[in-house]
């Protein structure tokens, strides 16, 4: 059973940094993704960035181009999500995601959405002064 957990959400000022990590378990190979997404209240859920675990090769949204940076740990089945200069406007929540590259991309799955229905449970991201 593929298992997400999420960790490393918070509050910090604008142009701070955080770092969002995702643990994964129960997948039987190398040959997935992770996706972060987020999602503020009142508007969709937008896909931020997503990192093939088998290659590290990776997709980011326009809007944190630059500012995020996803990496894995494949030793710790571990993908993290380093956020720099943050805005206001990327205060949501923040979900990760996993599916199969036999189902996807990194890109499709941040633009269209996963395929499969594995999720995390979410962190919290507050950017404000």
């Known amino acids: 059973q593929v298992q997400l957990v999420e960790s490393g959400g918070g509050l910090v000022q604008p142009g701070g940094s955080l770092r969002l990590s995702c643990a994964a378990s129960?997948?039987?190979?190398?040959?997935?993704?992770i996706g972060w997404f987020r999602q503020a209240p009142g508007k969709e859920r937008e896909g931020v960035s997503c990192?093939?675990?088998?290659?590290?090769?990776?997709y980011y949204a326009d809007s944190v181009k630059g500012r995020f940076t996803a990496s894995r740990d494949n030793a710790k089945n571990t993908v993290y999500l380093q956020m720099n200069s943050l805005k206001p406007e990327d205060t949501a929540v923040y979900y990760c995601?996993?599916?199969?590259?036999?189902?996807?991309?990194?890109?499709?799955?941040?633009?269209?959405?996963?395929?499969?229905?594995?999720w995390g449970q979410g962190t919290q991201v507050t950017v404000s002064s």
């Open positions: 995601a996993a599916d199969s590259m036999y189902l996807t991309t990194v890109q499709a799955m941040c633009v269209m959405s996963p395929v499969s229905d594995y």
């Open positions: 990192i093939s675990i088998s290659d590290g090769s990776t």
């Open positions: 129960g997948f039987s190979s190398d040959y997935y993704a």
